[in-house]
């Protein structure tokens, strides 16, 4: 496997008034194409400011990130734009579907504007939706609607989906079940996935786990024998 994310002596510093607030800092590592790699840490550890900057929703301070052998530190607004759109699926805790289409309307909506995107009705198929897709999310439990944002952000078949505190939302089984359909989605159709979670029982799925503190890394261990979700509990 190839590089597919590289970052180097990654930094983010917020000013607020006259403090400056060190939200990551000299953050170094690499991440294989196909990979699944939870990134744990508690609230204030800087997972969320990380994954800011993996997504090209924000720039370091200093430092480089690349994907797919393209840097993005060097991109303008529209160059990010076009990333995000193309390149990137995310998926939030909290859903973010629009309230006034469907299911299928809501994943609908993310291929119009893909270059490539997978077949809408195979993507429902196999976030388990075939019998709801015609639904609002109103009509639909949490985990359902989680299913349809990543049936949503697997659609434009981008080649990394970064997920944020997926499970946050969700009781115990539903989150399994969610997890189950991300480890299902990175094999099947071989995406990098990135779950940005505080949740440590999470951490024996993955093929990578990187903890962060204080805005560092502290760990970042290759898992040899990741377990099957029905097998964490929390």
Not at 21 to 41: Q, Y
Not at 100 to 118: C, D, F, R, V
Not at 169 to 182: E, P, R
Request: hydrophobic share 40%; aromatic share 6%.
């Amino acid at each position: 496997m190839q590089d597919f994310i590289k970052v180097e002596g990654l930094k983010k510093t917020y000013k607020m008034g006259e403090i400056e607030v060190n939200a990551i800092r000299d953050i170094n590592f690499t991440i294989s194409e196909g990979e699944f790699v939870v990134i744990l840490g508690p609230s204030g550890s800087g997972k969320s400011t990380l994954l800011n900057l993996l997504g090209g929703m924000d720039l370091p301070t200093q430092g480089t990130v690349f994907v797919e052998g393209k840097e993005l530190t060097t991109y303008d607004d529209r160059q990010l734009t076009e990333f995000r759109r193309y390149k990137i699926g995310f998926v939030f805790q909290f859903y973010n579907l629009m309230a006034n289409l469907t299911a299928k309307e809501n994943i609908e909506l993310a291929t119009e504007i893909a270059l490539n995107p997978l077949n809408i009705n195979e993507i429902i198929q196999e976030v388990e939706l075939d019998e709801r897709a015609n639904h609002f999310p109103s009509q639909l439990s949490g985990g359902e609607q989680q299913r349809v944002a990543i049936a949503r952000a697997v659609a434009k078949n981008p080649g990394l989906l970064l997920c944020d505190e997926p499970t946050g939302a969700l009781d115990y089984s539903t989150g399994v079940n969610i997890l189950k359909l991300l480890i299902r989605v990175n094999k099947k159709y071989n995406k990098t996935v990135i779950v940005i979670t505080h949740n440590a029982a999470i951490a024996g799925i993955a093929d990578r786990v990187i903890k962060l503190r204080s805005g560092i890394i502290t760990h970042n261990e290759i898992n040899e024998n990741p377990i099957d979700p029905e097998r964490i509990e929390w």
